[in-house]
């Protein structure tokens, strides 16, 4: 396994019915599981296993995995079954051990409580379908419950999700720092994200961007075309605002994301207060700004590059040619009722201000769209509604309104933004069409666009630094020693470490706090991003019980086979012990890893 590990004991049900068609229906339809035929028809594991045993654990493995994910827990690598075993006393029954992949800094409770309600969920699955009555409520309640507390913990929050699960795909390390930053690669390779932000972000842009008056102000100043607005104290003062820089006018918090207490195309002064009233129940910065006539378009910005860009369009439907606005919704509705709840995304329902935005397209509930005419039922777009992609390459956006998106973030000091423009017709220049920046976001939320973040992040394609292991004892040390000197002469900066000494490229002992054993003095080498080459000195057995502390096998030089025991140092270790750790070492023993 690639990741960290932990073990988890399932103990299987006896034998009996088992409703793998309606159980893969389940996983597809409620929870989106996908390669449903590999998880069930398959036993990679080479294990004595009955066929309803392996199903079962299978499928358990499958939403334990899914729960974990959704919660924003990087659990991407496989699950392996290490052992099996009869339990006493009750014919039949098997006790299965997994290596399920976990992270450091994150706790094991979440896996176990994740196997736990996966084991009851796949349970109901024994049952004929008019006894699986606790169904709904294990998905739609204690999963959510699950995902919604595990997502808190993790921090990892919706980008996470897509940058971790991209940079494990391309075989790039991950290293959980806790509060949901993260460490892809290692050693003079690593990078760290929190999110899609990175450490070249300036703290003092984040804060700037986060406050949107003084954003508008910042860009004001650097000759970006923006809205005109200012902050309101009260909602006469508001009032005032609006009479000045004339109707319609956007109220809004100045402090908040997603559309919080938003209220577009105020255009008569009672409005203003009500409005005003709205933004206040989220914020006590209240921004009145332009109203500006056009669709919003995010821009991603990352190292100077436009990565990625689409419209933001307001809740909608689109039309079939044949449905009903209102069998429309009714279909989209039910689509999404068709999900596990942690899955669907919000319908918005015909209510007073969906009826009112159908009128002002001349529609009613009963109008039959044509085929992709797009109806819209809000008057402004609410982080979740929708968008439309445009080219990533850019070419539907004109190379001006990109420069000034570059340009936007340069003056923050972002490596990486979302740059908000509001225009009529995006393929034209900003300058013709009288487009505007209306805000600029500090860790814009990403999907797709994590792709092309890592192919930046990693252009030669190197998240890894070389790693040799030197096995034995003293003599071991000494070997790898010589190897230091004879790196360091080629001006490659290597630094070393036993379980009980770790050197810096110029031989120096380092000197490190509560820190015991080979793999925890390797695992802090490996984020440190002045190493370009490590070199591990194994005189005890440690990594057998442990695993490795990095993802590839290394390079290993078996000097001798006087290895201690790492439980109980001074004592030699199990004989054999120094062959299973290179057979280990090399890739030829499963191993598990602990957090």
């Given at each position: 396994?690639?990741?960290?590990?932990?073990?988890?004991?399932?103990?299987?049900?006896?034998?009996?019915?088992?409703?793998?068609?309606?159980?893969?229906?389940?996983?597809?339809?409620?929870?989106?599981?996908?390669?449903?035929?590999?998880?069930?028809?398959?036993?990679?594991?080479?294990?004595?296993?009955?066929?309803?045993?392996?199903?079962?654990?299978?499928?358990?493995?499958?939403?334990?995995?899914?729960?974990?994910?959704?919660?924003?827990?990087?659990?991407?690598?496989?699950?392996?079954?290490?052992?099996?075993?009869?339990?006493?006393?009750?014919?039949?029954?098997?006790?299965?051990?997994?290596?399920?992949?976990?992270?450091?800094?994150?706790?094991?409770?979440?896996?176990?409580?994740?196997?736990?309600?996966?084991?009851?969920?796949?349970?109901?699955?024994?049952?004929?379908?008019?006894?699986?009555?606790?169904?709904?409520?294990?998905?739609?309640?204690?999963?959510?419950?699950?995902?919604?507390?595990?997502?808190?913990?993790?921090?990892?929050?919706?980008?996470?999700?897509?940058?971790?699960?991209?940079?494990?795909?391309?075989?790039?390390?991950?290293?959980?720092?806790?509060?949901?930053?993260?460490?892809?690669?290692?050693?003079?390779?690593?990078?760290?994200?929190?999110?899609?932000?990175?450490?070249?972000?300036?703290?003092?842009?984040?804060?700037?961007?986060?406050?949107?008056?003084?954003?508008?102000?910042?860009?004001?100043?650097?000759?970006?075309?923006?809205?005109?607005?200012?902050?309101?104290?009260?909602?006469?003062?508001?009032?005032?605002?609006?009479?000045?820089?004339?109707?319609?006018?956007?109220?809004?918090?100045?402090?908040?994301?997603?559309?919080?207490?938003?209220?577009?195309?105020?255009?008569?002064?009672?409005?203003?207060?009500?409005?005003?009233?709205?933004?206040?129940?989220?914020?006590?910065?209240?921004?009145?700004?332009?109203?500006?006539?056009?669709?919003?378009?995010?821009?991603?910005?990352?190292?100077?590059?436009?990565?990625?860009?689409?419209?933001?369009?307001?809740?909608?439907?689109?039309?079939?040619?044949?449905?009903?606005?209102?069998?429309?919704?009714?279909?989209?509705?039910?689509?999404?009722?068709?999900?596990?709840?942690?899955?669907?995304?919000?319908?918005?329902?015909?209510?007073?201000?969906?009826?009112?935005?159908?009128?002002?397209?001349?529609?009613?509930?009963?109008?039959?769209?044509?085929?992709?005419?797009?109806?819209?039922?809000?008057?402004?777009?609410?982080?979740?509604?929708?968008?439309?992609?445009?080219?990533?390459?850019?070419?539907?956006?004109?190379?001006?309104?990109?420069?000034?998106?570059?340009?936007?973030?340069r003056i923050f000091g972002l490596e990486s933004a979302g740059i908000d423009m509001i225009s009529t017709d995006i393929s034209l220049p900003w300058y013709d069409t009288g487009a505007v920046i209306?805000?600029?976001?500090?860790?814009?939320?990403?999907?797709?666009?994590?792709?092309?973040?890592?192919?930046?992040?990693?252009?030669?394609?190197?998240?890894?630094?070389?790693?040799?292991?030197?096995?034995?004892?003293?003599?071991?040390?000494?070997?790898?020693?010589?190897?230091?000197?004879?790196?360091?002469?080629?001006?490659?900066?290597?630094?070393?470490?036993?379980?009980?000494?770790?050197?810096?490229?110029?031989?120096?002992?380092?000197?490190?706090?509560?820190?015991?054993?080979?793999?925890?003095?390797?695992?802090?080498?490996?984020?440190?991003?002045?190493?370009?080459?490590?070199?591990?000195?194994?005189?005890?057995?440690?990594?057998?019980?442990?695993?490795?502390?990095?993802?590839?096998?290394?390079?290993?030089?078996?000097?001798?086979?006087?290895?201690?025991?790492?439980?109980?140092?001074?004592?030699?270790?199990?004989?054999?012990?120094?062959?299973?750790?290179?057979?280990?070492?090399?890739?030829?023993?499963?191993?598990?890893?602990?957090?």
């Amino acid at each position: 396994m690639r990741q960290y590990s932990c073990n988890i004991r399932i103990q299987a049900p006896r034998k009996r019915p088992f409703f793998s068609d309606d159980a893969k229906q389940y996983l597809k339809e409620r929870l989106e599981i996908s390669n449903l035929d590999k998880i069930s028809g398959q036993n990679p594991f080479a294990l004595p296993l009955t066929p309803f045993v392996q199903t079962f654990v299978l499928f358990t493995s499958a939403v334990a995995q899914h729960a974990l994910e959704s919660g924003s827990f990087p659990a991407f690598d496989n699950v392996r079954i290490i052992s099996s075993e009869k339990v006493p006393k009750h014919p039949g029954e098997i006790i299965v051990t997994l290596a399920s992949p976990t992270a450091a800094h994150l706790g094991n409770k979440f896996i176990l409580d994740a196997y736990n309600l996966s084991f009851m969920i796949v349970s109901e699955f024994t049952k004929p379908k008019f006894k699986r009555d606790k169904l709904d409520e294990l998905t739609n309640l204690h999963l959510d419950n699950f995902v919604r507390m595990t997502r808190l913990q993790t921090k990892g929050g919706y980008s996470s999700r897509f940058m971790l699960r991209e940079a494990f795909n391309r075989r790039i390390p991950l290293t959980h720092l806790g509060s949901g930053h993260y460490q892809y690669g290692f050693g003079c390779n690593a990078k760290i994200f929190n999110k899609s932000a990175t450490p070249n972000d300036s703290m003092i842009g984040a804060i700037l961007t986060n406050d949107k008056y003084a954003c508008i102000q910042r860009m004001k100043m650097a000759g970006i075309p923006v809205p005109l607005s200012n902050v309101a104290f009260n909602a006469q003062h508001a009032n005032d605002i609006a009479k000045e820089i004339g109707f319609p006018v956007v109220v809004k918090p100045a402090d908040r994301d997603r559309g919080e207490g938003v209220t577009v195309d105020v255009r008569e002064m009672n409005d203003v207060a009500r409005a005003f009233e709205n933004a206040k129940v989220y914020s006590n910065k209240i921004l009145v700004e332009k109203h500006v006539a056009g669709i919003c378009h995010r821009l991603i910005i990352f190292k100077e590059t436009m990565i990625y860009a689409y419209s933001r369009h307001p809740a909608s439907v689109i039309g079939d040619g044949v449905s009903t606005i209102k069998k429309l919704l009714e279909k989209e509705r039910n689509n999404e009722l068709r999900k596990a709840k942690h899955l669907r995304k919000k319908v918005y329902a015909l209510d007073e201000e969906a009826i009112f935005q159908l009128k002002i397209q001349y529609c009613e509930p009963e109008t039959i769209p044509e085929k992709n005419q797009i109806i819209y039922l809000r008057p402004y777009e609410v982080q979740g509604d929708g968008y439309n992609e445009l080219n990533p390459d850019g070419t539907k956006i004109h190379s001006a309104n990109v420069d000034l998106a570059r340009r936007a973030a340069r003056i923050f000091g972002l490596e990486s933004a979302g740059i908000d423009m509001i225009s009529t017709d995006i393929s034209l220049p900003w300058y013709d069409t009288g487009a505007v920046i209306n805000e600029v976001n500090f860790r814009p939320q990403v999907d797709s666009e994590s792709k092309a973040y890592l192919e930046r992040l990693f252009q030669d394609g190197q998240s890894e630094i070389p790693i040799e292991c030197f096995i034995g004892d003293e003599g071991a040390i000494t070997k790898a020693v010589e190897r230091l000197k004879e790196l360091k002469q080629k001006s490659i900066c290597v630094f070393l470490t036993s379980h009980n000494i770790t050197l810096d490229n110029k031989g120096e002992i380092i000197r490190l706090s509560d820190v015991n054993g080979v793999f925890r003095r390797a695992e802090i080498l490996l984020q440190d991003t002045r190493v370009e080459y490590l070199i591990v000195v194994l005189q005890t057995d440690e990594l057998l019980a442990t695993g490795l502390p990095f993802w590839e096998s290394p390079k290993v030089t078996q000097v001798n086979s006087n290895i201690m025991d790492a439980s109980n140092l001074g004592e030699t270790a199990t004989s054999g012990n120094a062959e299973r750790l290179v057979n280990f070492l090399n890739g030829n023993l499963n191993g598990t890893k602990i957090s």
